[in-house]
Nanobody, 127 residues
Framework: QVRLVESGGGLVQAGGSLRLSCAAS????????MGWFRQAPGKEREFVAT????????YYADSVKGRFTISRDNAKNTVYLAMNSLKLEDTAVYYC????????????????????WGQGTQVTVSS
């Protein structure tokens, strides 16, 4: 069992930056691909970014490419999402997720099968 706890959300002005963190329990963190999703009010949850267990490969949604960076520190059992040049449309609850299969993040039809989810952290971008 893996428990995921997000932190770092908050209120930021458009054009600003935030860094989200996701702390994971368990001793096998490095074997899990990790990812971030978000859900805006009235919208479906959408994929944001993912990273392999060893941190070598990453994959981003087009909407955040070049602005967001996913990274991880396996010694700290933590995955991060650095968000720059934030836009109003980035406002959402951001969720951390984990699964042993990286493909569950990169293949849209497999995302519903991702095994572990955090409770989410609110990010609000104001004008």
């Amino acid at each position: 069992q893996v428990r995921l706890v997000e932190s770092g959300g908050g209120l930021v002005q458009a054009g600003g930056s935030l860094r989200l963190s996701c702390a994971a329990s368990g001793r096998t963190f490095s074997t899990y691909a990790m990812g971030w999703f978000r859900q805006a009010p009235g919208k479906e949850r959408e994929f944001v970014a993912t990273i392999t267990g060893n941190g070598v490969m990453t994959y981003y949604a087009d909407s955040v490419k070049g602005r967001f960076t996913i990274s991880r520190d396996n010694a700290k059992n933590t995955v991060y999402l650095a968000m720059n040049s934030l836009k109003l449309e980035d406002t959402a609850v951001y969720y951390c997720a984990g699964d042993v299969w990286y493909s569950k993040f990169t293949i849209a039809t497999m995302r519903q099968g991702i095994e572990y989810w955090g409770q989410g952290t609110q990010v609000t971008v104001s004008s």
